[in-house]
């Protein structure tokens, strides 16, 4: 105890993840604690992956962690759903409901019935497959059309090269920028992704602004002129919805200029022969024509792309968005490799879990590995979309969200009763979101985990329970490297992490449960390291050991990335499937090919005249993520209204002045925004996503769920054929006009 | 001791507000108190990009956390850029330098001044 009475400060170090910053985290923090309270969290210095910076959101994890509004106790409904009508309960007594409402589901209708429903890349996936598992049902889910967020590009990525690879910015390597192995990108190809306000998928934003800072010659294809645009050598404003023409032009330019690099496709592709007839399809005239780009700039991205020695490629949710987003993120599976830019220092590189650790499972391998006798396969088989889409049957690890949907409202072939719904607000964020309410408002029993009072929990839940954030939790993570543990700094309220939750819940549903402790299960999922808990935990992050796996370069040739131990890559072939004879197996075109929106100036013209604007949903802000942080108030501040970007030049044609309250409406709804000029392409109308207003949530009969949520006005069923990939998210079309003051 | 200061590359700050939340959180100000404020030129009343992050008068250039903690700032420490430096005025002006779209301050606190405050009936009570 210090002179003034107060404890000592207790300084814990910790790796973000999820709750408190929203993101899929990686960054070393100090938690600097006292008396139960959060004083501070810093950035860890020499921490490898974030170099002591942090975002604004993990700089705000004070206000977060004690937020007022922040759930403290379980709450069971005592009134209909969609009333804020909760009684205070006991864990004992929210969990033993939990326990008999669900496994009375399981009983009458099986465990399939149940669906466990995740929302973005949230460590809650780990512990809601393992509940899942245990539950028996095969039908662990995210809640969004078409999979469409990191999924497509991920299965075309196992597709076609059979592991995953991310821009190497040497975030494998302690020494970062100063590892004499890694080089400069001359080229960063940037598509679809305001980075400086997000760190994605395990790429924090800003290491392509360090790349840009060495000397990197950017392009950026976005209709948004955002800060990277502004910076680029080259800029692109391509037509939303039209990636997949732009990729195909781009080929054709590398292709029938001879720009490629001839000895890695001879020694490491199959099918390129194929790939340069379909590119033929594809003449620049043609995808001027598609993507309103100049065919001369398209030309001059493409030759810079092809001359960088080498060049990195960073690619965002804009392409999972696109019509047929699957066959869209082929085709760029195919610019990096042709240009023979994989595991190249600098290029492209593979990015595997640090010592074969998975703490977030990413492939149903993965999870076979970790709970594998825990499902006969006929259950399996069960899992919904397994019938209608063979890459769910075959390859993908979660039921199909669109085929879901459906099988609510059909009930066939087997009835859905029951959800526990963790970590997402689709009432929100999903699609069509209004009837994805409906679907979760005909089922027997919802559970939500949350840590907040959210327009979901507000319509769905029966029991609500409440979560925390990463500072108040324990746990080991890899996605990718290093190898990170997260420290338990504090508590708050009664709350209980997800891995707690679902941990308890998991020995309820499943008697022969093989784990005592949490610890225990930690153990587990270290031991392919042969590293013990407490190792990590002490020194907060581990790299991986020179020469293994996880490291790059040139892992091909080495023989490191095959699990028969020969050169090549994981794929039937063996070699990079520019012609993939899975899709062909699975009687999908084997090659990449351009798909037209389905509403859009091209397909549908008498529509376009009456809603001549392209509405783009889901533009970024860094003090969001998501639907979240709306309610925290040095966030909130920074960006205090939701916005919709429009070029000066439209706005002034409709008359809508800087900062005027504008609807935006198309054949499907209308929702209110603050216009806001910026230099989108001046066809475009840009919204940010996923709006509600905290403040209003228990008051309004809607939750304030929809009046300023663009989701409003997108439809369900334009996701894929394949499943993956669609739903029109950035491409749909609509028209604005000022909101009148006095408006009825 | 030479005077000290900021140096902020400018060119490659991504208005990411990361310097201002860090300074509210060293300084536990309230939500909308700043001991920097990221301001960005606006032209035509349309969006440039260009941002330049300017200390209030609340920037102490965080003297306990340098002197007493041997930190750099918490800005400069935070900044996702890394386009922040902290030092004697003497050497950051050779990063001005090396680095055309830089900006250099020279930060001093004082009290907030509350002009209207004497004058009855604007206490705004
Ligand atoms: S130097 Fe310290 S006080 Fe000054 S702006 Fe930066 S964080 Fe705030
Ligand atoms: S933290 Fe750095 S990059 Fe971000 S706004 Fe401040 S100075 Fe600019």
């Known amino acids: 105890m210090s002179a003034k009475g107060q404890s000592e400060v207790k300084v814990v170090r910790s790796t973000t993840w999820s709750a408190g910053t929203g993101c899929h985290g990686g960054c070393g923090v100090e938690l600097h604690v006292r008396d139960g309270r959060l004083l501070k969290v810093e950035g860890i210095a020499e921490h490898p992956y974030n170099l002591g910076t942090l975002c604004p959101r993990a700089l705000a994890l004070r206000e977060y962690v004690h937020a007022p509004d922040r759930l403290l106790h379980p709450l069971i409904r005592r009134g209909p759903r969609g009333t804020d009508t909760w009684q205070q309960a006991t864990w004992d007594e929210a969990l033993e409901l939990v326990e008999q409402r669900m496994t009375g589901v399981r009983a009458r209708y099986g465990a399939e019935s149940t669906l466990f429903v995740q929302g973005t890349g949230r460590d809650v996936g780990g512990w809601l497959v393992m509940l899942a598992y245990n539950f028996g049902s095969p039908n662990w889910m995210q809640s969004l059309p078409g999979n469409s967020c990191y999924h497509p590009r991920l299965l075309s990525m196992k597709i076609a090269m059979g592991d995953y690879v991310v821009p190497d910015s040497s975030q494998f390597s302690g020494k970062r920028y100063d590892d004499p192995a890694w080089r400069v990108p001359e080229c960063y190809l940037v598509w679809g992704q305001n980075a400086v306000a997000t760190c994605n998928d395990g790429l924090h934003g800003h290491w392509i602004v360090h790349a840009l800072k060495r000397g990197s010659k950017l392009v950026v294809i976005d209709p948004n002129y955002n800060w990277l645009a502004s910076r680029a050598a080259i800029w692109l404003p391509v037509r939303p919805g039209t990636d997949g023409a732009l990729a195909l032009g781009m080929l054709n330019v590398i292709i029938n200029e001879g720009l490629y690099d001839k000895a890695f496709v001879r020694d490491w592709t199959i099918g390129f022969d194929e790939l340069r007839t379909r590119v033929q399809e594809y003449p620049l005239d043609k995808v001027s024509q598609i993507t309103w780009v100049p065919a001369d700039k398209i030309a001059a991205a493409a030759r810079l792309y092809a001359a960088g020695r080498p060049s990195a490629l960073q690619w965002g949710v804009p392409i999972d968005f696109a019509p047929e987003g699957l066959t869209v993120a082929l085709a760029i599976n195919a610019l990096w490799s042709i240009t023979g830019n994989v595991e190249k220092p600098g290029g492209m590189v593979v990015a595997r879990p640090a010592y074969g650790v998975t703490s977030y499972p990413m492939s149903q391998a993965a999870i076979e590995a970790m709970y594998g006798d825990a499902m006969p396969r006929e259950q399996f088989a069960k899992r919904i979309g397994a019938d209608r889409y063979p890459i769910v049957r075959d390859l993908h690890w979660r039921a199909q969200p669109d085929a879901v949907i459906d099988q609510i409202f059909s009930g066939k072939p087997y009835p859905v009763k029951a959800s526990f719904i963790a970590g997402t607000n689709f009432v929100v964020g999903a699609q069509d979101p209004r009837r994805w309410r409906r679907a979760f408002e005909s089922l027997e029993f919802n559970v939500v985990v949350d840590l907040f009072m959210t327009p979901t929990a507000m319509a769905l839940a029966d029991v609500l329970l409440p979560s925390s954030s990463f500072a108040e939790r324990d746990g080991v993570r890899a996605w990718w490297s290093p190898l990170t543990s997260q420290n338990r700094a504090l508590r708050v309220g009664e709350c209980r992490s997800d891995a707690e939750i679902c941990f308890e819940l998991a020995r309820r549903f499943n008697t022969k449960f093989q784990y005592a402790t949490l610890e225990e299960l930690y153990r587990f999922y270290l031991k392919p390291s042969g590293i013990g808990l407490e190792e990590v935990r002490e020194k907060g992050w581990i790299l991986p050991r020179a020469g293994s796996r996880e490291l790059p370069y040139a892992r091909h040739e080495r023989g490191l990335l095959r699990a028969d131990g020969k050169p090549g890559f994981e794929t039937p072939s063996g070699k990079i499937e520019l012609a993939s004879s899975r899709m062909k197996a699975w009687g999908y075109d084997p090659l990449p090919s351009y798909t037209e929106p389905q509403f859009s100036p091209v397909s549908t013209p008498a529509l376009a005249a009456e809603y001549p604007l392209i509405l783009n949903t889901g533009s970024r802000s860094i003090a969001f993520f998501h639907s979240e942080f709306r309610n925290i108030p040095s966030l909130r501040a920074m960006n205090p209204e939701p916005l919709a970007q429009i070029h000066p030049r439209t706005a002034a044609q409709y008359g809508i002045a800087n900062g005027d309250w504008v609807w935006i409406e198309n054949q499907f709804g209308r929702i209110k925004m603050r216009a806001r000029y910026s230099l989108v392409h001046p066809r475009l109308v840009l919204t940010q996503h996923s709006w509600f207003y905290p403040e209003r949530v228990r008051e309004d009969a809607d939750f304030s769920a929809y009046e300023a949520n663009g989701n409003e006005l997108i439809p369900g069923g334009l996701h894929s054929k394949t499943g993956f990939g669609g739903a029109q998210v950035k491409s749909l079309l609509c028209r604005i006009r000022k909101v009148e003051e006095r408006a009825p | ?125």
């Open chain 2, 1 to 125: 001791m030479s005077a000290r200061g900021l140096w902020i590359d400018v060119e490659f700050c991504t208005g990411c507000m990361a310097c201002e939340a860090a300074c509210r959180q060293e300084h536990d100000l309230g939500p909308t108190e700043y001991g920097i404020k990221v301001v960005e030129q606006v032209l035509n009343g349309g969006q440039t990009f260009n941002y330049v992050p300017i200390p209030t008068d609340l920037c102490d250039l965080c003297a306990r956390r340098v002197q007493q903690e041997g930190k750099r700032p918490a800005c400069v420490h935070h900044c996702m850029a890394m386009v922040m430096e902290y030092g004697p005025l003497d050497a950051l002006i050779e990063h001005m330098a090396r680095r055309p779209r830089s900006v250099m301050w020279s930060p001093k606190p004082r009290p907030p001044r509350r002009p209207y405050e004497d004058l009855p009936g604007t206490t705004g009570e």
